[in-house]
């Protein structure tokens, strides 16, 4: 089992900047990819970004590319995902996720994550 917590939400103004951070815990971190999702209010769950095991190799959604960064650090279980140029349009809860690839690469597809955290709310004010 790999236990995710995240924290860094909050309120932000639209243009504004935000840092989301994840920390997992319960099992070696590294052969995992790591994804951030969201869910806005009626909306299904989409993926935001991910990134390899490795950090080497990352994934981004149109909507955020340009505009947000995914990073990790192994050295101490984290996942973080930079937001700058927020819309209000990216109001939801942010989701860390979990996808176990020891072979290495990242998917951008949701269904592939095994773990999730609980989410952090995200809300960009226009």
């Known amino acids: 089992q790999v236990q995710l917590v995240e924290s860094g939400g909050g309120l932000v103004q639209a243009g504004g900047s935000l840092r989301v951070s994840c920390i997992a815990s319960?099992?070696?971190?590294?052969?995992?990819?790591m994804g951030w999702f969201r869910q806005a209010p009626g909306k299904e769950r989409e993926t935001v970004a991910a990134i390899s095991g490795g950090g080497g190799t990352s994934f981004y959604s149109d909507f955020v590319k340009g505009r947000f960064t995914i990073s990790r650090d192994n050295a101490h279980n984290s996942v973080h995902l930079q937001m700058n140029s927020l819309k209000p349009e990216d109001t939801a809860v942010y989701y860390c996720?979990?996808?176990?690839?020891?072979?290495?690469?990242?998917?951008?597809?949701?269904?592939?994550?095994?773990?999730w955290g609980q989410g952090t709310q995200v809300t960009v004010s226009s």
């Open positions: 319960g099992r070696t971190f590294s052969p995992y990819a």
């Open positions: 996720a979990a996808d176990y690839r020891p072979e290495g690469g990242v998917s951008g597809n949701l269904r592939e994550y095994d773990y």
